[in-house]
Nanobody
């Protein structure tokens, strides 16, 4: 069964940190470039970060560069997003997925940055 299960979101104050996890199953995780997307209320889903299959190459949206770090553990079929120096504009539902050959979207994990 193919699954993407995001977790780790929550309510955090501006300047705080969160670490998101995405546990996957049902496909050959280590063969795929993986991504994190986010969707804020009333906005389109946007690409936040991308990581190559072997973790050597990472890419970030300009809005999160220097604050967010994507990583993966191929032994655990899991991709992570470390988010530091969070801002209110980072508030969104965060999703993971494969790059170029996306699966059905998971439920996402809500991140709310507010004082």
């Amino acid at each position: 069964q193919v699954q993407l299960v995001e977790s780790g979101g929550g309510l955090v104050q501006p300047g705080g940190s969160l670490r998101l996890s995405c546990a996957t199953s049902g496909f050959s995780f280590s063969s795929y470039v993986m991504t994190w997307y986010r969707q804020a209320p009333g906005k389109e889903r946007e690409l936040v970060a991308r990581i190559s299959a072997g973790s050597k190459i990472t890419n970030y949206a300009d809005s999160v560069k220097g604050r967010f770090t994507i990583s993966r553990d191929n032994a655990k079929n899991t991709v992570y997003l470390q988010m530091n120096s969070l801002k209110p504009e980072d508030t969104a539902v965060y999703y993971c997925n494969r790059w170029l050959t996306p699966l059905a979207w998971g439920q996402g994990t809500q991140v709310t940055v507010s004082s």
